[in-house]
């Protein structure tokens, strides 16, 4: 099985986000399936974008698990 990986700047671009915000999520284990490789980070071309916590919708899903 060969992955194809991208790198946080191709990542940011793909999500439009700023580079940093990608390394940040990469480094918090945010971001399924990534790699270190040395000083990069290797991210699967499949990876999704993890949902904002600062949104509405990430809280009114953070309400719902906290009610079950």
Known sequence: MEFEWLSPSQVAEKWGVKERQVQLLCSQGK??????????????????????????????????????
């Open 31 to 68: 971001i399924e399936g990534v790699r270190r490789l040395g000083r990069s980070w290797l991210i699967p071309m499949d990876a999704e974008k993890p949902i904002d916590g600062r949104t509405l919708a990430a809280k009114q899903i953070k309400n719902e698990t906290d009610k079950k």
